[in-house]
């Protein structure tokens, strides 16, 4: 009898966006006629950079001919891209990263899923709340999560973040091994600066533990005091994996590029203490399960650092900055607490009252869809996520409606 | 302490390819003039077909603008593809597989090496001899193996593939769970039929084993009595599933697209033995650990199943079988045992020596490069792997060369 992995039993069903489609239909029956605004989405809408397009066009027509056609490529990643990487990425930021620290991939949901498996069973694992699910469930999936009881798992440390800390988790009060910090955060939209951030490293160094450190949203930050990479922080690179994508910064959602950094310096160890490289056991990992990027999707990736690319991104950020901007704005001024949207697509509106009953208003008195913050955790009861992936026009519209429905 | 999963030190580690470029490296040195012809490696050679470069192009210009950008898309794959492929792949063969039972990958090495992550950690593998090293070493990484001693893994049942039995495998003596197989065989190029193949549906469906079978090579099939799905089997559904890959298929391999069937009446068990579906599962996995393919690469893939594209992928796939057959005649006639080629790209020669001095021999008086069998297990000692998968010039000189070499 083949047995299935029972701990995928223990995985809760995720009813957020069931439900949400669910209110979202039923608006329709009984209005019509009203137009819908979808704020409650984290995707891009704006088009590719026309440098990727171009580079993609260039990639197919060699795919096209018999000596410039590729067959399969490195697992880890093309050298032509990981060097662009390592250049602009982290050496033009003052951080000595090289290529070959570098794991390019289809997604950092693949990568932030599938980095665990380096690790042993009974590793602690702490995460914050509210977060994006990801973290938590492939942990379930693992066996590493414990019974679940009121909301949470017996064995997962939740760091919170809440108004009260602004947003910024305290270090756990029972030593952790694994810490998954995302910074810009999804789903706050708020940031560390460079001294909470290392806290974090201290920590890690003191407690042997290891952080897996989110930077999807890296392109949204203006700021000058907050970290770009976690790499920035001395002593770092010995405690701490950084992962990365090209869907926020580039528009790549659809096409499907990001990259994980694993500096050779970092090491978990063996029962008997004895120091192993993540680098190498992450490498052997890919190499074994995975078959490297789409190439034409590679030379996309490397157009994004092309001075057309750079360019083109960073219009394309301001856009969704300038929506951010106008959302904190606006629902500001109608009295609403609002958190992230600076250096961040999303913006954390804490509404006084239930998700739910937030959500159902800003429905049916505005037409606007929004994310229920408790679908990212218990301590996203009372919140909503706004996001900024949209055109300006509706987040214009949106915003008028809700200042004259409420 | 963060710990590493130990299973990984389990790994065995593989100095194929790195020895077989070492001793090239050395023939080079030896040799600056002499010309090298490699019939080592399984990768396409040939170009993509153009029904798919022009499906590439047309879907690149899509995410050029914003009313046909596509963002995430649906983590199983779009629905054109899915229902293409039950039509072409299954319906129009008599198989009844539903859109709704495909999933859409970036490749079958991943698929086949996530798929075990359903199952619980003490299963029983069993797995053919010669292999194709992934499933091997992901049970490894998962900690089913057990001890490795004398070439072997304690824990692993290996149903041994060779000349004494036709590259047919004996049903285990001892029950087993998991069991992979895949037909047309990666590195022999044998196949089995339909009776061969019914008597492990049989065996699965008598122990509630679960048949994990890998149709990559599915293209090359030309024998009628040779089955093209393992669901062309009574009964099959309930016991197996089926990974497929456009790799081969339509010279994907840079481009990376593959699938995977998992039947709904499919079903492995809980400890106290109720059924699951592990096409729920496989579901659940996909969708928190994985986002979808590439949207121009999932445009190509659905351009395989049209007239040109159907074409030009039988034009493809008969230009390597011409090339395999003749390796088979010229191998033959020289007085080797040659096996597989047929149905596959590859032949599979008996050397009546050991691999690697049949390697260097091989090299040294024709300077053409094959893969020595002991690379893919004990049962490939003796054994050579020649490919097709080159130019017909090439694999012609090659031949000639090895004829006035020997």
Chains 1, 2 share one sequence.
């Not at 949203?217 to 700021?223: G, M, Q, T």
């Not at 010995?238 to 528009?251: D, H, I, Q």
């Amino acid at each position: 009898m083949a047995r299935i992995n029972e701990n995928f039993l223990n995985l809760q069903k995720s009813y957020l966006f069931v439900e949400i489609s669910k209110r979202v239909e039923d608006f329709k029956k009984r209005y019509p006629d009203r137009k819908i605004i979808k704020m409650g989405i984290g995707d891009v809408t704006r088009p590719l950079p026309k440098a990727c397009i171009e580079a993609l066009h260039k990639a197919v027509d060699e795919m096209a001919k018999e000596d410039t056609f590729k067959g399969y490529g490195p697992e880890q990643g093309y050298l032509f891209l990981r060097e662009k990487i390592a250049e602009f990425d982290f050496k033009k930021r003052g951080v000595d990263i090289s290529a070959d620290e570098i794991f390019i991939s289809d997604g950092a949901k693949c990568d932030t899923a599938n980095f665990q498996e380096l690790f042993g069973e009974d590793v602690k694992i702490a995460l914050l709340d509210p977060v994006y699910p990801v973290y938590l469930d492939t942990n379930v999936m693992a066996g590493r999560a414990g019974e679940f009881r009121d909301g949470r798992y017996s064995n997962i440390v939740y760091l919170e973040c809440t108004r009260d800390n602004s947003f910024k988790p305290s270090l756990p009060k029972e030593r952790v091994d694994l810490i998954y910090l995302c910074f810009p955060n999804n789903p706050t939209g708020t940031t560390l600066t460079k001294e909470d951030l290392k806290k974090w490293v201290d920590y890690a160094k003191d407690n042997r533990s290891i952080i897996l450190f989110d930077a999807a949203y890296e392109a949204f930050i203006r700021d000058e005091n907050v970290p770009h990479s976690i790499f920035e922080i001395e002593g770092a690179k010995e405690v701490a994996v950084e992962f990365r994508s090209f869907s926020k910064t580039a528009g790549f959602t659809g096409l499907r590029c990001a990259y994980t950094v694993v500096p050779k310096e970092c090491v978990a160890y063996t029962k008997d203490g004895r120091p192993v490289s993540l680098k190498e056991l992450w490498h052997r990992r890919q190499s074994t399960k995975f078959n490297g990027v789409s190439y034409p999707v590679q030379r996309a990736a490397e157009a994004v650092y092309s001075e057309e690319g750079q360019k083109e991104i960073k219009e394309n950020i301001d856009y969704y900055l300038k929506n951010a901007e106008l959302i904190l704005k606006e629902m500001g001024a109608m009295g609403f607490e609002c958190y992230g949207g600076k250096n961040s697509p999303y913006v954390w509106v804490y509404g006084k009252k239930d998700s739910w009953e937030f959500f159902d208003e800003l429905l049916e008195k505005a037409g606007v869809v929004c994310t229920p913050g408790e679908g990212f955790g218990l301590c996203g009861k009372g919140y909503i996520r706004l996001s900024a992936f949209n055109s300006f026009e509706n987040v214009k519209e949106a915003m008028e409606r809700i200042k004259n429905g409420f």
